[in-house]
């Protein structure tokens, strides 16, 4: 399993092969409150006959399942296994202070597609193992009570699941049986799993693009409003080198966000760049905060980049 460092790491390494800038996205951070759903107190099962959905196993634990830890994969508590596999867990739900705020689930990775219900309520989907995804559960959750969570793992095989084959899916070098020049084909909720309590108006991606000729810094920023009325939201961009220090550059915007996702573009200036070498590898961290009077939010969304 890959952790998220050695892809960043990765992905680090390729955009420093650009002959004008490199960008590196990443340790996105939230104000927000992220509430780990990690641990040991996961229950799996298998669905060897893909009856599980039929027979409503969202509902509640099968009597079969086993305690297993989140992250891991299937076939460390189920040998061989491929197919089908149910988890579940329960959580506890603390309240928003944020005016219409919104809870949303993130998964960090599951291999290969997930299903997910929360009390019973189906909440969304995602297909491919190794991207992240967001749910919004808002509507599903019940705060100050215990609530169930059963996600539906689809671990692909040769044989079609759902009309899914593991060799017409993104699958690397997976193979069954495993061979030698192959990786075997492991399944589950491989990263991290995470509640997050958030505002209702929120910043829920920045890009960052900077250019060590000119020392500017072109940022992207998406502003997600999740209530019905247009509201406005005052923004501020920030530059400050990463491990700490004061803010190099910053500027600051108003704008009218309508219900749903509002694109935020805006360029700062670093003057004399420090650059990013292998002896020096320097970073920049660039911060975007989305402030609502109406919802009295502040919400806070920062990457880090190197020249």
């Known amino acids: 399993m890959r952790s998220r460092s050695f ?3 990765m992905v680090s390494v390729l955009c420093l092969g650009f002959s004008n800038f490199a960008q590196v996205q990443a340790d996105s951070v939230h ?7 990690d641990g040991a107190d996961w229950l799996l099962a298998t669905d060897p006959d893909n009856s599980g959905r039929d027979q409503q196993w ?5 009597p079969q399942a086993k305690q297993v830890k989140v992250p891991w994969v299937i076939q460390v508590t189920f040998p061989e296994y491929h197919g089908v596999a149910w988890y579940w867990k329960e ?3 603390p309240g928003n202070s944020s005016e219409q705020g919104r809870y949303i689930l993130r998964f960090w990775a599951v291999d290969y597609k997930a299903e997910v219900w929360v009390n019973g309520k189906e909440v969304g989907s995602h297909e491919n193992g190794e991207t992240p995804f967001e749910l919004d559960v808002t509507h599903a959750v019940k705060t100050g009570k215990k609530n169930l969570m059963a996600v539906r793992v689809l671990n692909p095989t040769h044989q079609p699941i759902d009309g899914i084959v593991l060799n017409e899916t993104p699958h690397r070098n997976k193979v069954i049986p495993y061979s030698a020049g192959g990786s075997y084909n492991h399944g589950g909720i491989v990263d991290s799993v995470e509640l997050l309590v958030v505002p209702a108006v929120r910043i ?9 000729h000119t020392g500017k810094i072109k940022v992207q920023a998406t502003l997600r409003n999740a209530g019905e009325k247009t509201v406005e ?4 961009f920030t530059v400050a080198p990463a491990a700490g220090g004061e803010t190099i550059a910053i500027a600051y915007q108003e704008k009218k966000a309508a219900a749903g996702d509002t694109m935020l573009t ?14 020096d590898p320097f970073l920049y961290r660039v911060t975007v ?16 980049c190197g020249f």
């Open 233 to 236: 939201a005052k923004l501020s």
């Open 289 to 304: 905060n989305a402030e609502v009077d109406k919802y009295d939010s502040l919400d806070e969304y920062a990457v880090k």
């Open 266 to 279: 805006q360029e700062l200036t670093v003057k004399n760049p420090r650059l990013w070498e292998l002896n």
């Open 31 to 37: 104000s927000s409150q992220v509430l780990p759903l």
């Open 7 to 9: 892809l960043l790491l």
């Open 204 to 212: 829920v991606d920045v890009f960052a693009q900077p250019d060590m």
């Open 91 to 93: 959580f506890d739900v």
């Open 58 to 62: 969202y509902n509640q634990p099968q």
